[in-house]
Nanobody, 120 residues
Framework: QVRMQESGPGLVLPSQTLSLTCTVSGGSITTSYYYWSWIRQPPGKGLEWMGAMSYSGNTYYNPSLKSRTSISKDTSKNQFTLQLSSVTPADTAVYYC????????????WGQGTQVTVSS
């Protein structure tokens, strides 16, 4: 049973960098052929895919966020991290990490989500 848990600050100041970590247990983030994603949901809006890292370390980003987004990993801790720079109140959302297997359209495991508010 894979478990995923997001962690990070709940409040970020405008123009700062948001940093969230997803800790994975019950499965390795280097296991072929899984992709590890960050997805967010702003209040009153739908889910937005932000980006993903593959089992081999390749990264993929939503074009609308690419200039501000970076995903990295720490295999020794079985974690992957999201950094979103130059945040504004529009980046206020619940942020989720999730896993998807190559070739499948749906995610099989999700974290519970973490609320991030951008405000001064």
């Amino acid at each position: 049973q894979v478990r995923m848990q997001e962690s990070g600050p709940g409040l970020v100041l405008p123009s700062q960098t948001l940093s969230l970590t997803c800790t994975v247990s019950g499965g390795s983030i280097t296991t072929s052929y899984y992709y590890w994603s960050w997805i967010r949901q702003p209040p009153g809006k739908g889910l937005e895919w932000m980006g993903a890292m593959s089992y081999s370390g390749n990264t993929y980003y939503n074009p609308s966020l690419k200039s501000r987004t970076s995903i990295s990993k720490d295999t020794s801790k079985n974690q992957f991290t999201l950094q979103l720079s130059s945040v504004t109140p529009a980046d206020t959302a619940v942020y989720y990490c999730a896993r998807r297997k190559y070739g499948l359209g749906s995610y099989d495991y999700w974290g519970q989500g973490t609320q991030v508010t951008v405000s001064s």
